[in-house]
């Protein structure tokens, strides 16, 4: 799961919720070692429900237990001060942590340049004889891939594999009858040096699924 998956599938709130099924969880646990962004989310997310615990069962506490009770209570019971106030307070907290340390370093990111190891790969192409790219530890990098022209299919799906054979992610390339190489780039991940595969395989508008072909590569990380 790359951290593009991991925003689009809340897979933070879900995984705190328990909400994420048993292949979901593996994989987001596995992101949060690589992905520093998510993990800090975890963490501040995880701290403001901890604190909204502790706020709310000290309002609960015997000194409020002679304040006089309403007579109708509904779901906006906890808006009142004696609730509100704590709570806003963490959450407020948690959005001031994010807006001054989490998106800062997320757009300076985004907005500084950088040059990415990169490497041409042919998918149908297959053997130990494949490029060899060179990256630092947790850094990006770029394939090029060329996948042989055929008319037959609506878009292809490419899975990049690692080299115990684990799938890392999936991609969905639209077919195009002028195009037969794409740029994709690897976000940047704690990967281990070795020979990685990438399969392709196309879908086409009636939805029947065919294999293209395959390559590999193989990743050198240096520290």
């Given at each position: ?89 963490v ?14 370093r ?15 790969v ?20 770029l394939?090029f ?79």
């Amino acid at each position: 799961m790359d951290h593009s998956n991991a925003v689009r599938l809340k897979a933070t709130e879900r995984y705190l919720l328990n909400e994420l099924d048993p292949d979901q969880l593996d994989q987001f646990e596995e992101h949060l070692f690589d992905c520093p962004d998510c993990a800090v989310d975890v963490r501040a997310a995880a701290m403001f429900l901890e604190q909204s615990k502790t706020v709310l069962s000290e309002v609960r506490g015997p000194e409020l237990v002679k304040l006089p009770a309403p007579a109708r209570k509904g779901w906006l019971d906890w808006l009142r001060p004696a609730f509100a106030a704590p709570v806003m307070a963490v959450l407020l907290a948690v959005v001031g942590y994010q807006n001054l340390v989490t998106y800062p370093r997320l757009h300076q990111a985004l907005n500084t340049p950088h040059v990415l190891q990169w490497a041409a790969v042919n998918v149908g192409t297959w053997g130990a004889n494949g490029p060899v790219i060179p990256v630092s530890p947790g850094k990006g990098f770029l394939l090029f891939v060329r996948i042989p022209p055929d008319g037959g299919f609506a878009h292809y799906t490419a899975d990049l594999y690692n080299p115990s054979g684990r799938l890392e992610w999936s991609l969905t390339i639209p077919a195009t009858s002028t195009e037969d190489q794409w740029p994709v780039q690897v976000p940047g991940a704690n990967r281990a040096s070795g020979i990685y595969t990438l399969a392709v395989h196309g879908t086409s508008a009636a939805g029947e699924t065919r294999d293209v072909g395959r390559t590999s590569f193989e990743l050198q990380v240096h520290n």
